[in-house]
Each structure stands twice: as C-alpha cells, then as structure tokens.
C-alpha cells in the first residue's frame, strides 16, 4: 500500500475490517466499557492508574515533587494500565475515566464519607493537585495566567507531536511522506515557540518550576533529548538550545527523575517500576532487582 493510491472517502464511513498500525487491536470508534474489571486500590489516598508515557508522566514528576517538598498527603499507589492489552476498557477503569485513556486519579482523601473524586486528562489532575497542595501553580494573577497558558499550549499542541507526528513517522504501517512533512513541520514550529520562550525564561512561566514544565517536559524535553520515537536526527533537535537547557536541567531533578520510572514497562530494567506503592520501591522493586537472572 503506498501513499499515492487514490483513496475517495465514502458518503458513510464505516470501520475497517483491519485498520494495521501498533494499536490496531484496540481501536474502535466507540466508547464503553468491554469488559468487566474493577480497579485495585491500594493503602494511600491518591491512587493513580497509569502508564509510563509522556501523559502518565506528568502526573507522577508532580506527585514525586510534591513528595520532595515534604506534603505527605502527596503518598499515591500507581497502578500500571497496560493500554496496548486494553485495561483502559475495563468497566472500573471506564468508571473513572469515561474517554478511557491514561492517567485518571482517583482521591480517597475525604474521610467524612463522601464518594471519591475521580480526576482525568493529565492537565486537570496537575491543577487539581497544584491547588490541593498549595504548591507549583502560581498565585499572582500575571504569573498565574503565564503557568495555565503553557500548561494548556501543551495540551493543545501535544496531540500534533503524539497523535500526528509520533503516530505517521514511528507507528503507522507504512510512511506516507504528505502526512509526516506535515506534521513534522508543526512540530518544528513548536519547538521553535519553545526555545524562543525559553531564551528568555528559565522556565516556562517565569523564574519558577511549575506545572507547565512538568507538562512539556516529557514531550519536548524527551523529543530534543532523543528518548522519543527516535526522531531526533530526523527533525535536527540539536538546533533548539535553549529546549536542551531547559531539559537537562529538570532531567537532573530527582523527584523527575523518579517519576520518569514509574509505571514505565520498557527500556533498561534497572529504570522500570511498574506499580509504586511506597517510597521505597524505587530502591527495591525496579525490574533489574525482580527479574530472576536466566
């Protein structure tokens, strides 16, 4: 199949019978549940049911911060969703996330007897946080406005570099080269948006760490840094200096560094925690010290 076969679209669309691709297996282009499969739920109040990718990402760099920072209430279970087996699709996960997509948080907190809170979409749980705890969200008004612009430029923008780019250049099943210099193209221009920003700025809103940067980091941060879809060369990463600046100096940030392990089921072992359910599991329970050696 090539990408100039002529393709007229039909007056009704109707699902392919095999649509190829890495997740051909899980799409569909209806909601719901498939089956039924209550979530666990651990001994902290914050539970979370995620997945290591940028979006799961975010959330566990803001509980590890909030940890460092000394807010014990910030103790959270994380439950590995294995989107590519369809665990977003069970009737618990559904329940909580009705779009059935990673992360979701589920606050236990209240002890009065009122119903949990469920949270989803990755930018609503770092709110959520930022205003429970006090902390990585500005309060003045002007700085205030200048961390939720970023924040909400990256959920905007990110479905370019996931679903469009990420999707044409790494994923689809075979390379259509009108799509991938499309969406290439935007994503230049975004990285050009950051590192113009970030030449001025320290951060993304200002002088200070927040949320905005713990949402753009595990997208661009890990784009410029190689770490996605192996595309660097491809899209001259190394020509966006103050995007690499700026990523190395929250890569060296333990509370992002420990996030950046969590949930995640791929890469070297020693940087896999499937599920994180104490502090201490970072130091005795990433896969290099679970997996029995031959």
């Known amino acids: 199949?090539?990408?100039?076969?002529?393709?007229?679209?039909?007056?009704?669309?109707?699902?392919?019978?095999?649509?190829?691709?890495?997740?051909a297996s899980i799409n569909r282009p209806t909601a719901g549940p498939t089956h039924d499969k209550p979530l666990p739920v651990g001994r902290h109040p914050l539970q979370l049911y995620s997945l290591g990718t940028p979006n799961g990402v975010k959330v566990t760099v803001m509980l590890e911060e909030l940890l460092a920072l000394g807010h014990a209430g910030a103790e959270y279970d994380a439950w590995l969703i294995r989107i590519n087996e369809g665990d977003q699709f069970g009737s618990g996960f559904v329940e909580a996330n009705p779009n059935s997509k990673i992360p979701v948080l589920v606050d236990h907190s209240d002890a009065g007897g009122a119903a949990p809170i469920r949270v989803f979409e990755s930018g609503a749980i770092l709110i959520y946080l930022a205003e429970k705890f006090g902390a990585f969200l500005p309060t003045a008004p002007a700085q205030r406005a200048e961390c939720l612009s970023w924040l909400f430029w990256q959920m905007g923008s990110a479905p370019f570099l996931g679903g469009?780019?990420?999707?044409?250049?790494?994923?689809?099943?075979?390379?259509?080269?009108?799509?991938?210099?499309?969406?290439?193209?935007?994503?230049?221009?975004?990285?050009?948006?950051?590192?113009r920003r970030l030449a001025e700025t320290r951060y993304l809103a200002g002088d200070d760490y927040t949320i905005a940067d713990m949402a753009v980091w595990p997208w661009y941060g890990a784009l410029v840094k190689g770490q996605l879809y192996e595309a660097g060369e491809f899209l001259q990463v190394q020509t966006y200096t103050h995007v690499l600046r700026w990523a190395d100096e929250i890569a060296q940030r333990p509370a992002a560094r420990r996030g950046r392990m969590v949930n995640r089921p791929w890469g070297e072992l020693s940087s896999q925690l499937h599920e994180r359910h104490d502090a201490s599991d970072f130091d005795t329970r990433t896969q290099d010290k679970l997996v029995q050696p031959g």
């Open 164 to 195: 469009g780019f990420g999707h044409f250049y790494a994923y689809a099943p075979f390379k259509i080269e009108y799509a991938i210099d499309r969406y290439a193209m935007e994503v230049k221009r975004q990285l050009d948006v950051l590192d």
């Open 1 to 23: 199949m090539s990408d100039s076969a002529p393709y007229t679209p039909p007056r009704v669309w109707s699902a392919p019978a095999g649509n190829g691709g890495k997740f």
